[in-house]
C-alpha cells in the first residue's frame, strides 16, 4: 500500500484542513502507478465518479470512466432509499477486465462492499483494486486501498466528503452527525 503520510494542509491537534486539489495530485501521481495500459477507471457516485471523470481527462484516456451506484446494494437501503443516487454506467465490457475502482473517503468499507456487488452484477472482472483520495480508517469490514492519497483520523461524530466547485475545482466538506 502506498500514501502520503501527512495531508498536505493537516493542522493542529482537534482541527483538520484538507487541502482536496493537493491530494487530487497525489492521487493521480498514484493512479498513473497502478494503471496499466489495459485498466479501466470507474468511480463511486458521487465524489469517486467526479475524480474518475477528472482522472479520465488528466491521464488523455478515450472514452468516459464508468460510474458505480452502491445504492441497491446497500446494507442500509431501508434507510437511504434512492434519493441521490446516481445510476451506474459502465462504458467498457467488465467481463476480464482490469477496474481501478476510485472514491473520495474510504471508512468502513460498507459502501466498497456495496459496489462490489454490483459491479459483479455486470460480469466477471480479472482484477479490481481500489484508490481512494482520503482513507480515515473505522473499518468495519476487510478492505483495504491499495493506493490513498492521505490517511486521516476522524471521530465518528464527523463526516468527510468531497465536494466540487462549479468550476470544477475540488474541497472538502467535514459536518458534526
Do not use: C
Not at 496499466?36 to 479520465?56: H, K, M, N
Not at 432509499?81 to 482490469?98: I, M, R, Y
Amino acid at each position: 500500500m502506498s500514501s502520503a503520510t501527512t495531508p498536505p494542509g493537516a493542522t493542529r491537534p482537534g482541527h483538520l484542513t484538507l487541502d482536496a486539489e493537493a491530494l487530487y495530485a497525489e492521487l493521480l501521481r498514484g493512479v498513473r502507478m497502478l494503471r496499466e495500459s489495459d485498466t479501466y477507471l470507474a468511480g463511486i457516485a458521487s465524489g469517486g465518479a467526479w475524480l474518475a471523470e477528472r482522472l479520465q481527462k488528466d491521464l488523455g484516456l478515450p472514452g468516459q470512466a464508468g460510474v458505480l451506484s452502491s445504492a441497491m446494494h446497500r446494507d442500509d437501503f431501508s434507510q437511504r432509499g434512492l434519493a441521490s443516487s446516481a445510476q451506474t454506467t459502465l462504458p467498457f465490457d467488465v467481463n476480464g477486465a482490469d477496474i481501478l475502482v476510485l472514491d473520495d473517503v474510504l471508512y468502513t468499507g460498507r459502501t466498497i462492499r456495496a459496489v462490489l456487488n454490483e459491479l459483479f452484477d455486470y460480469g466477471r472482472p480479472a482484477r479490481v483494486r481500489l484508490a481512494v483520495l482520503v482513507d480515515r480508517g473505522g473499518r468495519e469490514l476487510p478492505v483495504a486501498a491499495e493506493f490513498a492519497a492521505a490517511r486521516v483520523a476522524l471521530p465518528p461524530t464527523q463526516s468527510l466528503a468531497l465536494a466540487r466547485s462549479e468550476a470544477g475545482a475540488f474541497h472538502f466538506d467535514v459536518k458534526e452527525v
